[in-house]
């Protein structure tokens, strides 16, 4: 994967999407009923879709955790069953959403593998981009997974990495994956303090890493894990400007979600303060 900057997109004909909720796409959220931490029931589940529907998006990826504590509990074919039903009691609730299978894959040597037996799930089921989630309580370094990955065909996702607190404090050890297409995915909430002044610093750190990024919800719920995309599209417009925002909150979702290769921010469209 060669990451286009703005510009270069721009060149090729084509134009970003315009408007701040220009269908927005959540690549990771935990939405399906009485799977993993996400709603326990259906009617829990359709309260979080509606919020999710009425926060401008319109696509979401379905992402329960595999592997690390879950191995074992959600199979490919559980998750891709349960997305189908949603989607069908979505329709029934006239609820505009759209619900994608996925998963949020937790740091296991074994990925490569169980991605090619179908056991473990990526990005809307495209074999492109795989959520990849590592451990919170210690620092493990994914790089020895990563060339498997791209062996494969498939670029690293690296989940929350804000949240993460080695990272947080350390946002420099990201670049040493770049050469192996890692991307990074920052969560909406953390943008505006939602997760801490550690997380929300490095939230603002990480979007300067030079690797493709985009923001996603992560939510589990309408309380304390709500959708927060808009939100965190208004901050990034604010201090980014509109086409930053755009590349993403909805560019490089959207892209994901197709399998097409995401965009890079330009640094010398940034504002000064923003680059460190």
């Known amino acids: 994967m060669i990451p286009r900057s703005k ?4 060149a090729s004909g084509r134009s970003l999407p315009t408007g ?7 690549v990771h959220c935990h939405c399906l009923p009485g799977l993993d931490d996400g709603p326990s029931d259906r009617i829990k589940t359709l ?3 509606r919020a999710l529907a009425a926060d401008g998006i319109e ?7 595999q592997l690390g504590r879950f191995e074992g509990c959600y199979d490919a074919g559980t998750i891709r069953d349960a997305v189908a039903e949603l989607n069908g009691s979505l329709r029934d609730a006239g609820i505009p959403l759209t619900i994608l299978p996925g998963a949020d894959v937790r740091l296991d040597e074994r990925i490569p593998r169980l991605i090619e037996t179908g056991d473990v799930l990526t990005v809307a089921d495209r074999r492109r981009y795989l ?7 210690v620092f493990i370094d994914p790089q020895s997974l990563l060339p498997g990955l791209a062996s494969i065909g498939v670029a690293a996702i690296l989940t929350h990495p804000e949240r993460h ?11 040493r994956w770049v050469e192996f297409d890692m991307c990074l995915q920052l969560t909406a909430g953390s943008f505006g303090g939602g997760f801490g002044q550690l997380s929300q610093d490095a939230a603002w750190t990480f979007v300067c890493a030079p690797m493709p990024i985009l923001v996603a919800t992560d939510a589990h719920d309408t309380a304390g894990r709500s959708p927060r995309m808009s939100e965190a599209y208004r ?3 604010r201090r980014l400007g509109t086409d930053s925002a755009r590349i993403l909150c909805v560019e490089n979702p959207r892209r994901a979600v197709e399998g097409k290769e ?15």
């Open 7 to 10: 510009r270069q997109f721009e």
């Open 59 to 65: 696509t979401v990826v379905a992402t329960p955790h």
């Open 235 to 237: 901050l990034l417009a």
């Open 165 to 175: 607190v080695h990272l947080a404090r350390n946002p420099g050890l990201v670049e």
């Open 47 to 49: 309260d979080l879709c």
């Open 131 to 137: 959520l990849l989630e590592l451990p919170h309580e």
């Open 20 to 26: 701040p909720t220009a269908g927005f796409t959540d």
């Open 262 to 276: 995401l965009l890079m921010l330009a640094r010398d469209d940034m504002p000064r303060e923003v680059i460190r």
